[in-house]
Structure formats: C-alpha cells, structure tokens
C-alpha cells in the first residue's frame, strides 16, 4: 500500500498536496457519518488546477488518502498552529462546519493512522527535499491548497482569494517571499501575506531558509476556479484565469536563489 502519489523532476522543487486525497479504507469509512463520506472539506482539484506542473519539471507528491483518515499538514505532538483560533487536529473528529465525522462510539485510532498514513507522507517529502539540497545546495518546498471561501468556523467573512504563508519570514527567505508577494499583488485577485493561514506544519516543520531550504504555502480560496460546495464542480474557465498566476509563482520558486 502507498500513501501517496509521488513525481520526481529534475528542477530544485517539491511541490505538496496533502488534502487532495478522496480515499477512506473500508475499515474507517464504516465507523463514519455520511457528512464524514462527502469529504466536503476536500482541497478540491488542487491537483487539476496544478495541472502544469509534471510540464514544469518538478517533483510532486500527493496525498492519496482523505484529510480525515490523517491531516498530513498536522504535527505528530499535536500542537496548535494557530493558539486561540478554532483548527483542524491530527485526525480530525468534526468537519470545518464543526459536525461530527464518526458515528456515536467510534474515535479515530491516532498513532496507527501516523504510522500507516503519515509517516509515508513525510518520509519522502524528507527524503526528496535531501535530494535535492545534495544535487543544487538549496532546497524549495511549496505547499498547496485550498478551502471554500466562507469557513465561519475558522475565519470571520470572505477569505482573501491567494494566501501566501511564510510562517512570519520563519520557513522562507524574505527576498523570496516578497517577490511571491509582489506577483499575487499584481494579480486581478485579492491576496494577503501570512494572513489567516500562514502554513500549516510542512511549511513551518521543513522551512529551515539558513540552511538553504525554503517552504512556502499557498491557500486559494476555491472561489477563484470552482463552483463551491454543495456543488462542488471544477470550473475550467476560471482556472485558466488562475493559471498563469500560479505559473509566475512557480517559476519564481524554481529560479529563486
């Protein structure tokens, strides 16, 4: 069993997915409620919107597995990553919408679900990041996302459409980060630099920029190139809208040095 679909490029970057996985083993979708089975807290055809990315020659790894068999951007020790705000935990017990994801009597069993889930996940984003820096020296990470515009459980109003988190200038280097900045603030879309989201724990665990390895996290509001839940369709006219601006960041990750 894999955890995940992995690509290897040849360029100096790692692209992440890990909520675009829409599998739940058999075993745990039994002990689930049907809100749980909709999976509607999906980063929906992240992968999709990506879809140039094989073309630009990086690596790419993607969850295989649903955010609620195990949150991959969730630290093992379970610490919050936003103190004070409502959140998602290692594995998650309630939707955004705070409903319940199991049926009554059933809890998720954590460590086996790291175990078998996680650590693959992580392993490799290790691994491939070490590839890299050995190959180039540096190392860039870019964590991508997304979540439907209005969360009222995790933010107040409408959620700026691209959200750059550099963990506060912690997990990238400051150059870097304001020339991503600079390209979203250019862009027809609103946008905000580690605003609300600021990078989960890929991007603040692998971002180490004095050791020349950059982690970057983009969270689109799916507004921007979807129908939202409950319709949840891919909308390819406003993908291809999106597209070049998530090209320019790309190739700004790759070349930046």
């Not at 929906?44 to 949150?71: G, H, P």
């Not at 020790?77 to 004070?84: C, V």
């Amino acid at each position: 069993m894999t955890a995940f679909h992995f690509h290897q490029g040849s360029k100096p970057l790692l692209v992440s997915m890990p909520h675009v996985g829409l599998e739940i083993p058999d075993d745990i979708k039994a002990t689930m409620t049907d809100k749980a089975l909709s999976m509607i807290d999906t980063d929906w055809y992240i992968d999709r919107l990506y879809d140039f990315l094989k073309d630009m020659d990086v690596s790419i790894i993607a969850a295989k597995y649903s955010r609620y068999v195990v949150d991959l951007n969730r630290g093992l020790d379970g610490a919050s990553l936003y103190p004070g705000q409502n959140e998602t935990t290692l594995c998650p017990t309630n939707t955004f919408n705070d409903e319940p994801l199991y049926k009554a009597g059933h809890v998720p069993n954590v460590e086996e679900r790291a175990e078998k889930y996680w650590r693959p996940y992580h392993d490799q984003i290790s691994a491939e990041l070490k590839r890299i820096k050995d190959k180039f020296g540096y190392a860039k990470l870019w964590d991508a996302h997304s979540i439907k515009s209005h969360v009222p459980h995790l933010f107040d109003g409408r959620l700026p459409d691209l959200n750059v988190g550099t963990s506060n200038g912690a997990s990238a280097d400051h150059g870097l980060a304001e020339k991503l900045d600079a390209i979203v603030r250019q862009s027809p879309y609103s946008s905000i630099l580690n605003g609300r989201f600021k990078g989960g724990f890929i991007t603040r665990n692998y971002g180490d920029p004095i050791n020349n390895i950059h982690a970057v996290q983009l969270e689109i509001s799916q507004i921007t190139y979807m129908d939202e839940a409950p319709h949840i369709k891919f909308r390819e006219d406003k993908a291809n809208q999106l597209r070049p601006i998530l090209k320019a960041l790309i190739e700004t990750m790759i070349e930046y040095i």
